[in-house]
């Protein structure tokens, strides 16, 4: 009895997942060209894999890679490089910024 018990909860879990939709792209519709460039160059032409994060705060965009953060303050037009933080997280570098 245990044994059918534990089987039909397999074959339950394993049925939910498989029907589970796939995950949604996070891809936009639209993407400008220097964006398109500059994660094309990132990436090196797809030759690397990059793992970063963004975050927006104010007038200031923040984005962190392995070797720190740049930080980019907004001129009226768009963002222009303000500091590169070495060593720094994202939540550091927001926090030296808010203030």
């Known amino acids: 009895m245990l ?3 534990g089987l039909l909860l397999l074959f339950a879990a394993t049925a ?3 029907a589970a939709p796939p995950p949604k792209s996070v891809a936009p519709e639209v993407l400008p060209h220097p964006t398109a460039m ?3 160059g ?4 797809g030759r690397h894999t990059v793992t970063f ?3 927006a705060m104010g007038t200031h965009f923040f984005f962190e890679e392995k070797s720190g953060v740049t930080v980019y303050s907004f001129d009226g037009h768009g963002y222009r490089r ?3 933080l070495k060593g720094y997280t994202l939540s550091r ?3 030296r910024f808010a203030r």
Do not use: N, Q
């Open 38 to 40: 500059f994660l094309a």
């Open 16 to 18: 939910v997942f498989a």
């Open 82 to 84: 303000l500091a590169f």
């Open 53 to 55: 994060k963004a975050a």
């Open 93 to 95: 570098a927001i926090k």
């Open 42 to 45: 990132l990436c090196g032409d």
């Open 3 to 5: 044994r059918k018990t």
